[in-house]
């Protein structure tokens, strides 16, 4: 059974900072990674899919890397509206999300 | 635009049921499969269940298996969750989502999501 941890679980950002969030998967799902953005109270949102592609609408800030079992979100330059949970997700099986990471303003 | 509209929700004694719905519209409803996920309160989330395109197959976490079935009325774009024998740890913010895959038969990411619906579980 595939186990996702996404390190660290808070991260403290000041605004204009880069921020980099980590998703390790327990075997490989090949390039099978989402992200996902939540706000309080909001539904989360697609970000990235296929482990690198930006959704539709997402800025260029957003980039994630990775593949196989290491994976990465990087916001390259922090913005006010980016302080969310931040979730990844496999589906190379069925799907199985990460305990997520808090991204705080510093 | 895509808009995926959940309700149904609401308090319900330990044992009991409740059916969520998910009104879509926007998109085909019929050419894509549809997912539930879960958020207990406070916490991350859950993948529940998946249904097919055209309902011919159903997935489903091993935490509800046996006691939640997920269907869909393509006639009507509506996705539906029969939760029976609810435990207090169902307890959550019930999501539906729409896979990206067209006519696909395995699961691949979820975009969009609906707002979601609360369903308690306490006596």
């Known amino acids: 059974e595939i186990v996702m941890t996404q390190s660290p679980a808070t991260l403290s950002v000041s605004p204009g900072e880069r921020a980099t969030l980590s998703c390790r998967a327990s075997?490989?799902?090949?390039?099978?990674l989402a992200w996902y953005q939540q706000k309080p109270g909001q539904a989360p949102r697609l970000l990235i899919y296929?482990?690198?592609t930006r959704a539709t609408g997402i800025p260029a800030r957003f980039s994630g890397s990775g593949s196989g079992t290491e994976f990465t979100l990087t916001i390259s330059s922090l913005q006010s509206e980016d302080f969310a949970v931040y979730y990844c997700?496999?589906?190379?099986?069925?799907?199985?999300f990460g305990g997520g990471t808090k991204v705080e303003i510093k | 635009q895509v808009q995926l509209v959940e309700s149904g929700g609401g308090v319900v004694q330990p044992g009991g049921s409740l059916r969520l719905s998910c009104a879509a519209s926007?998109?085909?409803?019929?050419?894509?499969?549809m997912h539930w996920v879960r958020q207990a309160p406070g916490k991350g989330l859950e993948w529940v269940a998946f249904?097919?395109?055209?309902?011919?197959?159903?997935y489903y976490a091993d935490s509800v298996k046996g006691r939640f079935t997920i269907s869909r009325d393509n006639s009507k774009n509506t996705l539906y969750l029969q939760m029976n024998s609810l435990r207090a740890e169902d307890t959550a913010v019930y999501y539906c989502?729409?896979?990206?895959?067209?006519?696909?038969?395995?699961?691949?990411?979820?975009?969009?999501w609906g707002q979601g619906t609360l369903v308690t579980v306490s006596s």
């Open positions: 296929g482990a690198s």
């Open positions: 997700q496999q589906y190379n099986n069925w799907p199985l």
């Open positions: 926007g998109f085909t409803f019929s050419s894509y499969g």
């Open positions: 075997q490989s799902v090949s390039s099978n």
């Open positions: 989502a729409k896979d990206v895959g067209l006519y696909s038969s395995r699961s691949n990411w979820f975009d969009p």
């Open positions: 249904i097919r395109y055209d309902g011919s197959n159903k």
